[in-house]
């Protein structure tokens, strides 16, 4: 069996959270929850995990971020860091849809619906046949547009409206790390070279491209056009 | 020289993903990304739009400062960012970038102030800074006056704007004149055809005895002008009255702060220093009072990468210790933190 050491990574929620896990286990996991330092706390939280688990960057063969979707600021500091760190290091670097690692935690094997906090007072939400199936969504909504009659999981928010939540509230990264190792095992290198939009990359089966589903290269999903008006105040702030 | 440490210098405070590579104070790359066209047509920097194209930028422009160096990622021996200041959602981009990369390399990470790097970035062109010397930092967000004994050490700062940025002036005039986002380079072509000393706006704080500066009541003044005189002005005589009062208050100040601390070295940069006016009148008035004029030629003025890694350098050589990587991106980082 190949070597596999999956370093992965969430930053699209209040959670800032990190993992690495072998292929079959995860090895060391950290999670902090502070909505206001994700760049602050990313980096020493992978220290943290390679060190707890006796191992160095230069082995990890993946790594892998939550791709959101999230509050912009918070979102891209994972993704940047997974860029530059899959640059860095040669090895491929993926982009996982975060409410994907909120459904996989959950292991269900009935239909749910995942839910983090928007903002502004809207919740981001996908539909799931199981813990491995999205149906429909990541969208952006009002509390009173996400689907009802289905058990409801994530942030316990607006609970009023969308009705009682369960499960995990945040993403957990050793759950990020477990579904992507789950899914590269069932890829040839090509394909996975694929899911991470290197060139070198070639899809030629069904399961990769359902593997190719979950696993994509490391772009933020915004769901949200940037605020801006035409035309603004004209305004720098650097020199 | 070949044992000089080569530095990744990573700029992301406003709209441009710069990149600059040196070897000591020798400079191998600089490249840039702007997302300024994304920009334009809102009139001024979008903080969220110019975040996702530093994302976006990143990998790319590091790539290609490489190629152009002639390097490949493991030959750099530290990693500088710009910590602050800035905005704040920009400025984490390249701080996660260089966290990433630093630890990905194994080497160590220094983040620096963008204002600091502004001076910095003279050494690549001229040698070795002078201690101390004078730095009049002028852009679309500052205007400066700094006291530098030792820019890896010590920054001082003297006097700053009370309002507007000189740049900001610029860009304000330029849309109360109907010329294009951003203003400095339109005016300073429009001023070419026009008479500096034809309309007298007003010199704001240029004789109240400090080194602040003021350009709020000069840009009412271009307005005022304009509404009152719009179907018989004269274009190029507005453009330059304008831009003579703001660089004359400008050198004003800045030989003003030289005499005041006997400093003969006086170095502008921002991207205000780009304006041909304000190089003309600073090098006459440098020449009148003794004092040896440095400015950086236009694309080391305006944000870049190499002023960074510049820096940077001035850090490692100083024996600075390197940055944690718990470090914050700090939109507000004050001048007198030359790193963090
Ligand atoms: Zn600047």
Redesign the pocket.
């Known amino acids: 069996m190949l070597f596999v050491l999956v370093l992965a990574f969430d930053t699209a929620t209040p959670a800032v959270t990190a993992a690495l896990h072998d292929g079959t286990r995860v090895l060391a996991e950290s999670t902090t929850v502070d909505a206001r330092r994700h760049g602050e706390l990313l980096a020493p939280a992978i220290e943290s995990v390679l060190t707890e688990a006796g191992a160095s960057l230069r082995e990890v063969t993946a790594v892998v971020a939550g791709a959101g979707p999230g509050p912009y600021t918070g979102l891209r500091v994972g993704l940047m860091t997974a860029r530059a760190l899959g640059s860095t290091l040669g090895i491929p670097a993926y982009g996982v849809c975060t409410l994907d690692a909120l459904a996989y935690a959950t292991g269900s094997s009935e239909p749910f619906v995942v839910v983090t906090d928007a903002r502004r007072k809207e919740l981001f939400w996908a539909r799931y046949g199981d813990a491995r199936t999205r149906l429909d969504g990541p969208r952006v909504a009002r509390p009173h547009d996400v689907p009802g009659g289905l058990p409801i999981v994530g942030i316990r928010l607006y609970e009023e409206i969308i009705g009682a939540v369960t499960g995990p509230e945040h993403p957990s990264a050793g759950a990020l790390a477990g579904l992507a190792a789950e899914q590269l095992a069932g890829l040839t290198p090509e394909q996975a070279a694929a899911a991470a939009g290197l060139p070198e990359g070639r899809i030629d089966s069904e399961e990769a491209a359902q593997g190719r589903a979950v696993l994509g290269p490391p772009a933020p999903i915004y769901l949200r056009r940037p605020d801006a008006q035409i035309p603004g105040a004209p305004k720098k702030v650097?020199? | 020289m070949a044992d000089q440490p080569i530095v990744l210098g990573i700029e992301t405070?406003?709209d441009e993903t710069g990149i600059g590579i040196v070897r000591g104070h020798t400079l191998l790359a600089d490249t840039i990304a702007s997302s300024m066209e994304e920009h334009a047509r809102f009139g001024g920097v979008v903080p969220e739009v110019a975040s996702r194209a530093h994302l976006d930028a990143m990998i790319p422009t590091v790539e290609s400062a490489l190629a152009k160096a002639g390097l490949r990622v493991t030959d750099i021996d530290a990693i500088a960012v710009t910590a602050g200041p800035g905005l704040a959602g920009a400025l984490l981009v390249g701080v996660a970038a260089a966290k990433a990369y630093a630890l990905g390399l194994g080497v160590p990470l220094y983040g620096v102030n963008?204002?600091a790097a502004?001076v910095a970035v003279d050494q690549l062109e001229h040698g070795p800074l002078p201690k101390p010397c004078l730095a009049m930092?002028v852009?679309g967000?500052?205007s400066s006056l700094l006291l530098v004994p030792d820019v890896a050490k010590e920054v001082i700062s003297l006097g700053s704007t009370v309002d507007d940025a000189a740049g900001e002036a610029f860009d304000k005039v330029a849309r109360v004149l109907g010329l294009p986002f951003p203003g400095g380079p339109h005016i300073d072509r429009a001023a070419r055809d026009g008479s500096g000393t034809a309309i007298a706006f007003p010199r704001g704080k240029a004789d109240d005895g400090t080194l602040d500066f003021s350009f709020s009541g000069l840009k009412t003044a271009v307005a005022r002008y304009v509404e009152k005189n719009g179907g018989s002005l004269s274009l190029p005589d507005v453009a330059a009255s304008f831009q003579e009062a703001v660089v004359d208050v400008l050198t004003r100040k800045a030989l003003a702060a030289c005499a005041k601390h006997d400093v003969h070295d006086l170095l502008i940069g921002?991207?205000v220093a780009a304006n041909s006016r304000l190089r003309a009148l600073a090098q006459e008035r440098c020449d009148a009072a003794g004092v040896r004029l440095r400015v950086p030629r236009p694309g080391l003025c305006?944000?870049n990468g190499a002023m960074v890694a510049a820096l940077g350098a001035n850090l490692l050589e100083a024996g600075v210790a390197p940055s944690q990587l718990t470090i914050p991106a700090d939109s507000s980082l004050p001048i007198t933190t030359i790193h963090v």
């Open positions: 650097t020199a | 405070s406003c963008h204002l502004h930092l852009s967000g500052h921002g991207g305006t944000d």
